[in-house]
């Protein structure tokens, strides 16, 4: 994102000779501010991965009792008493992080999870899918379980009965791949306003070997197109 910001900030700024007191919004804190702002109060607001992290440090000491969770009491016990907090505190943001990308990339994962199941499917799962579950349903008793999907959804059904202040154009660049709500997200906008994707797709003539690809680089920049 921090690249795009720079590139897009560069290229406005030769065109326009100043460019100042832009708000450059990834695509993500765009969800979470929509999601925030559309729906009603507390019901987004724990899908920030720090919001996760200190509430998975305030609900895993009541858990690690549990056989489950054998391999984070090790972790937490490892080095004392004195360095518990700290492990705990850096655990916790850890598997907060995880969490969140679960809710863009594993939402059927969540799913199973909120139904009672370990897994996704039919296969066993692994011995950290038990601890994760029920972590995540303890952090679901105070309101931080749904999906983004399914937020998504909620935000879909309240743009239905009352649309919200939207711009004329959304200018969105996309470098990679996107996590499926996105792609839910910008189909849900895409009803109320006109959404532009910029996609960043190399042609056949940028292929090559690396060094092909550092000396085409080069004599892109040297033309003076960059």
């Not at 559309?38 to 998975?56: H, K, N, Q, V, Y």
């Not at 016990?77 to 969490?99: C, N, P, V, W, Y």
């Not at 799913?111 to 009672?116: I, Y």
């Not at 996590?179 to 532009?196: C, D, K, M, R, S």
Request: hydrophobic letters at 35%; aromatic letters at 12%.
């Amino acid at each position: 994102a921090s690249g795009w910001e720079s590139y897009i900030k560069r290229r406005l700024t030769d065109s326009r000779g100043c460019w100042a007191q832009f708000n450059f919004a990834t695509l993500g804190g765009w969800v979470n501010r929509s999601l925030s702002q559309w729906l009603p109060d507390g019901i987004a607001a724990s899908r920030d991965s720090d919001t996760f992290a200190w509430t998975i440090a305030s609900q895993l000491p009541q858990l690690i009792d549990d056989p489950d969770f054998d391999s984070v009491r090790r972790y937490l016990k490892s080095d004392g008493d004195a360095a518990e907090t700290r492990r705990l505190i850096d655990l916790s943001r850890q598997i907060g992080g995880l969490f969140d990308q679960y809710t863009l990339y594993r939402p059927e994962l969540l799913d199973a999870w909120n139904a009672g199941n370990d897994w996704a499917s039919d296969r066993q799962s692994p011995e950290h899918a038990r601890w994760q579950r029920k972590l995540w349903r303890a952090i679901g008793g105070i309101g931080s379980s749904q999906s983004v999907s399914a937020l998504i959804d909620q935000m879909s059904t309240v743009m239905q009965s009352k649309m919200p202040p939207l711009p004329e154009r959304v200018n969105v660049w996309i470098c990679g791949g996107l996590p499926p709500v996105h792609l839910q997200f910008l189909n849900a906008i895409g009803e109320a306003t006109q959404i532009y994707l910029y996609v960043l797709s190399p042609s056949y003539t940028c292929w090559g070997t690396p060094d092909e690809q550092t000396e085409q680089i080069c004599k892109w920049i040297d033309s003076g197109d960059s």
